[in-house]
């Protein structure tokens, strides 16, 4: 058998994915995410933070939530369901980030839970802070000759 054949006889084997309701579920999901948020923003601003603190408090709010339904197993359900559309930044970062301290919880909070929370977050972080102190650098530079 070919290549080309062995692809033809995977492709027909293979189910036929509703690109569609994928999408529409992806929208959908993703823009309650996203109302969530502004309800939260507002609340937040109608409790009597300004601006910056209510979307500062709305972040981690939306953070923990991802962490938690992470750790009930919960955000993998919505995740299957809503495709793409848990992929909003904040949430789908949280739960990237949790993800794999939960996966490795049987093999203790140090070297389990501990090892594994840096897994997708310790590259972020490293090259947030390199990327911070290489332009913090340059603006110096650039502020003693101009």
């Given at each position: 058998m070919t290549e080309k054949e062995y692809a033809q006889l995977v492709q027909k084997a293979a189910p036929k994915s509703p690109m569609g309701k994928d999408c529409l579920n992806a929208f959908w999901i993703g823009g309650l995410i996203c109302v969530l948020g502004q309800i939260l923003i507002n609340s937040y601003s109608a409790a009597?933070?300004?601006?910056?603190?209510?979307a500062t408090?709305?972040?981690?709010?939306?953070?923990t939530l991802s962490a938690l339904l992470t750790g009930l197993s919960l955000y993998?359900?919505?995740a299957k369901y809503g495709g793409?559309?848990?992929?909003?930044?904040?949430?789908?970062?949280?739960?990237?980030i949790a993800a794999p301290a939960v996966e490795f919880k049987?093999?203790?909070?140090?070297?389990?839970?501990?090892?594994k929370l840096f897994t997708i977050a310790?590259?972020?972080?490293?090259?947030?802070?390199?990327?911070?102190?290489?332009?913090?650098f340059l603006y110096w530079l650039w502020t003693l000759f101009v």
């Open positions: 009597g933070l300004d601006k910056d603190a209510a408090a709305t972040s981690i709010t939306l953070v993998d359900n919505l793409a559309g848990t992929l909003v930044p904040i949430t789908g970062f949280a739960n990237a049987t093999e203790g909070f140090i070297l389990g839970v501990g090892a310790g590259p972020v972080i490293v090259y947030g802070l390199s990327a911070s102190v290489v332009y913090g």
